[in-house]
Each structure stands twice: as C-alpha cells, then as structure tokens.
C-alpha cells in the first residue's frame, strides 16, 4: 500500500445566511492509491455542494464540482489519485444551498400549515412568530425550529390587518415611536424581540423549546 503525503487546508463558505451550524461538512478518506473527497449532508433536506479545490500532484480534479446531496447522506464529490512519488497537496473551499425535494417541499409545507393560528387566542406563552410571505429570515427561523424539533406558533401578517395590528400594538407598547421592523418578529412567553441582528445566536437559544 503506498503511503500518501497529504497537505490539506479546508475552507468553508456556507451559503446560508444566518446559518446554523453547518450543515454540509466536506469528509477526506485516504484509500490504498486515492483520496475520496465526501460530502456528508446532516441536514433535514437536500442540499446543493459546490466544491472547489486547489490540487498539486492529482489526478481527478479539473473544475468546480456541483452535486445535489440528499437529506442526511454522503455522496462523493471526486477522487482524486496522487501522482507517484510527489508530495501531493490540495486546498479546497465548498458552498451549499438548500434544494429540497418535491417531496420535502410538500412535508415542510404541510408542518407549517399546522403551525398557522388563524386566530389571535392566547399568544402569551410559548414561542410566537409574526412573519411575513417572501421573508428569507423568517423560512430560516422556521426552518431552523422544524429542525430542531422546537415547538412554536406563527401568526402570518402579511394580508392580515387584524395580526399585523395586533404585532404593532404589542411593538409601539413598548416603542411608541418605532415604524419600521425587520422580521421576524418572536413573541416568547410574553416578550418581545425584532430587529433581530445575529438571528443565527438567537435561534440556536430556542433550543430550550424542544419538543422532548
């Protein structure tokens, strides 16, 4: 079996904003005469890989590699085989996107729809979400508690004059002046929190709502 001579820096750019923890992680397994470059999925839905990698002394690489990698599963990106004996080297970057399935479209879908209070009712306790259609940190924050199994109720204002009045009554209670919001807006327990800056620390929190 030869022995290969890896020099390897990894780099990650997660395409996600206000992501969480990563959810593609790139995995390297030395074999007898290659290296299989992998990406493992952790997440809940299909995501699209792109990687890029930088090679001295390989075979296998030409160009940027994109795969679409199912919900949690590995799928290998190349191989790639080191030239005999020379110091082999590589660097690589990776992106991903979410691409979910049909499939997973429609059992999201369907998880949000039970979610949606079509009354205001008792919103006092627990995790409420004022959201709006079209709002990429919202499908984050909804995204991220299906995930994470963290119970939560969410009131959509987006056509709805009655919840959008009923959110600015809450909000101008305690800011008379304020007009403006950047969503979501959480209302938890009884208190308030919009204009979220780093949503990615702020959703990690809501783990204590996990459904057990």
Same mark, same amino acid.
């Given at each position: 079996? *030869?022995?290969?001579?890896?020099?390897?820096?990894?780099?990650?750019?997660?395409?996600?904003?206000?992501?969480?923890?990563?959810?593609?992680?790139?995995?390297?397994?030395?074999?007898?005469?290659?290296?299989?470059?992998?990406?493992?999925?952790?997440?809940?839905?299909?995501?699209?890989? =792109?990687?890029?990698?930088?090679?001295?002394?390989?075979?296998?690489?030409?160009?940027?590699?994109?795969?679409?990698?199912?919900?949690? +599963?590995?799928?290998? $990106?190349?191989?790639?085989?080191?030239?005999?004996? *020379?110091?082999?080297? %590589?660097?690589? =970057?990776?992106?991903?996107?979410?691409?979910? =399935?049909?499939?997973?479209?429609?059992?999201?879908?369907?998880?949000?729809?039970? !979610?949606?209070?079509?009354?205001?009712? &008792?919103? &006092?306790?627990?995790?409420?979400?004022?959201?709006? +259609?079209?709002?990429?940190?919202?499908?984050?924050?909804? =995204?991220? %508690?299906? +995930?994470?199994?963290?119970?939560?109720? %969410?009131? &959509?204002?987006?056509?709805?004059?009655? *919840?959008?009045?009923? $959110?600015? !009554?809450?909000?101008?209670?305690?800011?008379?002046?304020?007009?403006?919001?950047?969503?979501?807006?959480?209302?938890?327990?009884?208190?308030?929190?919009?204009?979220?800056?780093?949503? !990615?620390?702020?959703?990690?929190?809501? +783990?204590?709502?996990?459904?057990?």
């Amino acid at each position: 079996m *030869k022995r290969l001579i890896l020099n390897i820096v990894a780099l990650c750019s997660a395409s996600l904003l206000w992501g969480q923890e990563y959810d593609v992680i790139i995995d390297l397994q030395p074999q007898a005469n290659a290296v299989a470059v992998r990406a493992i999925n952790i997440s809940n839905v299909q995501q699209e890989v =792109t990687l890029t990698m930088k090679v001295k002394n390989y075979r296998g690489y030409s160009r940027p590699i994109t795969k679409l990698v199912k919900a949690k +599963d590995t799928l290998e $990106m190349v191989r790639l085989t080191p030239l005999p004996n *020379k110091r082999s080297e %590589m660097s690589y =970057t990776y992106q991903y996107l979410p691409k979910p =399935t049909n499939e997973e479209i429609a059992a999201q879908d369907k998880l949000l729809e039970q !979610k949606k209070l079509e009354v205001l009712g &008792d919103i &006092d306790e627990g995790i409420v979400l004022f959201y709006k +259609d079209g709002c990429p940190r919202c499908s984050f924050a909804t =995204t991220y %508690m299906l +995930d994470n199994d963290i119970d939560f109720k %969410m009131l &959509d204002v987006t056509d709805d004059e009655e *919840k959008n009045r009923a $959110m600015w !009554k809450l909000i101008n209670a305690e800011k008379p002046e304020l007009r403006e919001v950047i969503f979501p807006v959480f209302l938890i327990d009884g208190e308030l929190s919009y204009s979220i800056e780093d949503l !990615k620390g702020f959703t990690s929190e809501l +783990d204590i709502f996990r459904i057990r």
